[in-house]
């Protein structure tokens, strides 16, 4: 295996001036098997890619004073940041919207010990719902990661789990997401508390709130999904 302390620090160091982070990584097995080969290469290792709170909102919005007319700023910010890192460092980048979409969440749990909140999204501990992932880098080696056991869960200790009562039209009740009563009530016009300060149900949950995303972002993101 290939230390890839050294490799880990120049990606850290290469994603920084855009406000990203490494979330984790880790060498496929048979309970987390790589993707089929890109471009006739199979990946050996995975390095994952994203940010706490609204750490990269304010290199997105100076990029996107030069692109206002790109159809999927944030998609395209992402894939233009990150293949330029890719390409420094001999990797593949790959992005959730990727079709057919790769398995984010499950390498996210792998790669950073996270477990899924009853909302679906994956909880941090210290960052609680208020993280994503913009992509992921495939290494055709076998990087050496520092070790990553399970992080903290906090729903096993939230009592009241006020998470799954404060969406209006109830789009929690089943034990899954009802999409589909989401995004009427948004295209409702009774969506207004929604679509401008968040999803009610994601603003609810007590873990992390100082690193909830300020308001432009958290519009632009409810917006783009509305609309998706
Ligand atoms: C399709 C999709 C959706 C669909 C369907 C989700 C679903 N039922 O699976 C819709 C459009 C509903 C959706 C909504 C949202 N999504 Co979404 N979505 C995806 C996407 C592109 C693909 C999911 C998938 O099928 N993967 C393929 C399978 C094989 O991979 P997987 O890891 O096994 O998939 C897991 C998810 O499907 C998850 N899951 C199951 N049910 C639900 C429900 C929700 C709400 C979520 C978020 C996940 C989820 O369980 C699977 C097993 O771990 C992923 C990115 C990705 N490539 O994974 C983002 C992703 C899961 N979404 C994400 C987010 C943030 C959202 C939104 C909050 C967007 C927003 N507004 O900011 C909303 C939630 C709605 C709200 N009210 O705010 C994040 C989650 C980050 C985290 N902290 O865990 C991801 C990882 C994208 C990212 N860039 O980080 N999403
Ligand atoms: S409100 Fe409680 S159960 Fe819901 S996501 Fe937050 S910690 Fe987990
Ligand atoms: S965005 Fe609003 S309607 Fe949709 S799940 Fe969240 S709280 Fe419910």
């Known amino acids: 295996m290939i230390n890839a302390v050294s490799t880990l ?12 982070v490494l979330r984790g990584g880790f060498v496929f097995d048979e309970a987390n098997s790589a993707p089929p080969p890109i471009e006739g290469v199979r990946a050996k290792s995975v390095v994952l890619v994203g940010h706490y709170g609204s750490s990269i909102w304010p290199h997105f919005i100076e990029w996107r004073r030069y692109r206002p007319d790109e159809p ?6 992402s894939k233009e940041v990150l293949t330029g ?3 420094k460092i ?28 009853p909302l679906g999204l994956l909880i941090h501990p210290e960052y609680g719902l208020w993280h994503a992932y913009r992509g992921a880098l495939l290494f055709d080696r076998a990087l050496d990661f520092p ?3 399970p992080q903290r869960y906090p729903c096993d200790d939230c009592q009241d789990k006020p998470c799954l009562s404060a969406c209006p039209v109830n789009a929690f009740s089943d034990g899954r997401y009802d999409v589909v009563r989401c ?29 909830a995303y300020n308001a432009p972002q958290m519009r632009f993101h409810m917006n783009a999904f509305a609309q998706g």
């Not at 999927?72 to 910010?77: E, G, T």
């Not at 790959?94 to 899924?116: C, H, I, M, N």
């Open 90 to 117: 001999g990797a593949k980048a790959v992005f959730p919207s990727d079709t057919p979409y790769l398995p984010f969440q499950q390498w996210a749990k792998r790669a950073e010990g996270l477990l899924a909140s």
């Open 72 to 77: 999927d700023p944030l998609d395209a910010w």
């Open 9 to 20: 620090d120049q990606i850290a160091a290469a994603l920084e001036p855009y406000g990203l």
């Open 147 to 149: 070790g990553c056991g």
């Open 183 to 211: 995004r009427a009530h948004l295209a409702s016009g009774e969506g207004g508390a929604c679509l401008n300060g968040g999803c009610l149900a994601r603003r609810a949950c007590p873990v992390g709130r100082e690193h």
């Open 85 to 87: 890192v890719a390409g």
